[in-house]
């Protein structure tokens, strides 16, 4: 059975899966209220649906239209938008937002106040560090040609992103790639390759012992 605090908000049509726990001032299965400009779709939502083990924390918000797998962990004040699928074993850190559209991969942690924007996609195992910015578009809100372009960056397995680090629109991070902390990525990152500075730079590529087949 779930177990859900009598000051939360769990919506009609909600599937929770078995040991879901929903805590204090938990929002789960809202629908969402968009602003007449918004590029996000307006079709009718489905349930949310929380896997088995899955604890929706302290004051976090999960919008209608979402699946999040088994055994996660959606983090004090986190919140995740309307159409994210979420994978297996996944940390989504406190107070981080997952926009609308978004895909993230098993395995993959997203850490404190990091921002995943809309219509992006981290594979398994990722690494996100705190306070990341990923952003999805180039014009920043003017000229109708922005909404056939709009795209969040595209994180490869086991690729990880340091604190501060800044992600422009639709770039591409490599399988298993390290981006430094407070770097920001104007062009795809190569495959195992360490990025630096503003704009990131090739420093070197990630050291062997650090990949994923040898941990």
């Known amino acids: 059975m779930a177990e859900v605090h009598p000051s939360a908000i769990v919506y009609p049509g909600t ?17 969402p209220s968009l602003s007449p400009r ?7 939502l489905p349930p949310a649906e929380i896997g088995d083990g899955t604890i929706v924390s302290t004051g976090a918000v999960v919008f209608a239209g979402t699946r999040i797998g088994a055994r996660v962990i959606v983090g004090d004040q986190a919140c995740v938008r309307e159409r994210v699928d979420i994978g297996d074993d996944v940390v989504v850190g406190r107070g981080v937002l997952v ?10 942690k997203i850490q404190a106040h990091a921002y995943v924007t809309a219509y992006s996609t981290l594979e398994d195992n990722v690494f996100i560090a705190p306070c990341v910015v990923t952003t999805n578009d180039n014009f920043m809100g003017r000229t ?6 709009i795209k969040g960056p595209t994180i490869k397995r086991g690729a990880r992103v340091g604190g501060g680090a800044i992600l422009c629109p ?18 795809d990152v190569d495959a195992r390759m360490l990025v630096v500075g503003n704009p990131a730079h090739v420093l070197r590529a990630v050291s062997a012992d650090e990949l994923l087949q040898n941990q």
């Open 15 to 31: 599937v929770l899966g078995e040991g879901v726990k929903v805590l204090e001032n938990a929002v789960v299965g809202k629908q």
């Open 38 to 44: 918004s590029t996000a779709k307006r079709e009718p």
């Open 99 to 108: 926009e609308n559209d978004t895909t993230v991969g098993a395995l993959t």
């Open 144 to 149: 109708e040609r922005r909404h056939e372009l």
């Open 170 to 187: 639709g770039i591409v991070v490599g399988e298993e790639a390290f981006v430094g902390a407070g770097a920001v990525v104007t062009k």
